[in-house]
Nanobody, 115 residues
C-alpha cells in the first residue's frame, strides 16, 4: 500500500504561480512513475504531467512551457511548479503513483485561479 498526501493548493490570481507537493509513504520502494492529474468542474479527470523514477518527464499540452514536474526520491515526494496560471487551470489536482502491480491516488488539492 502507498499513501499520498497533497499540499500547496489554494487561490491565486491569473498569471500567478503555485507549487504543489505530494508526499508518499508506505510501500514507497515499489513506486515507479509519479504523476499529477487534474479535474475541472464538470469535466473528466485528465493527466497533467508525469515523471519516472529515472527523471524522464511527460507533459500534457496545456502544461507544456508553464508547469514543471520534479521528484525527490530521497524524500519520496513529487512537486508540480505551476507558472502563468489562468482560470482554465482551476480544478482539483491529484497525485498518482504507479507500482508494478497497482496505482494509487491522493485525495486531491483544490487550485482556484481567479481572473
Amino acid at each position: 500500500q502507498v499513501q499520498l498526501v497533497e499540499s500547496g493548493g489554494g487561490l491565486v490570481q491569473a498569471v500567478g504561480s503555485l507549487r504543489l507537493s505530494c508526499a508518499a509513504s508506505g510501500s514507497i520502494s515499489s513506486i515507479n512513475i509519479m504523476a499529477w492529474y487534474r479535474q475541472a468542474p464538470g469535466k473528466q479527470r485528465e493527466s497533467v504531467a508525469s515523471i519516472s523514477s529515472g527523471g524522464s518527464t511527460n507533459y500534457a499540452d496545456p502544461a507544456k512551457g508553464r508547469f514543471t514536474i520534479s521528484r525527490d526520491n530521497a524524500k519520496n515526494t513529487v512537486h508540480l511548479q505551476m507558472n502563468s496560471l489562468n482560470p482554465e487551470d482551476t480544478g482539483v489536482y491529484f497525485c498518482r503513483v504507479f507500482t508494478p502491480r497497482n496505482t494509487y491516488w491522493g485525495q486531491g488539492t483544490q487550485v482556484t485561479v481567479s481572473s
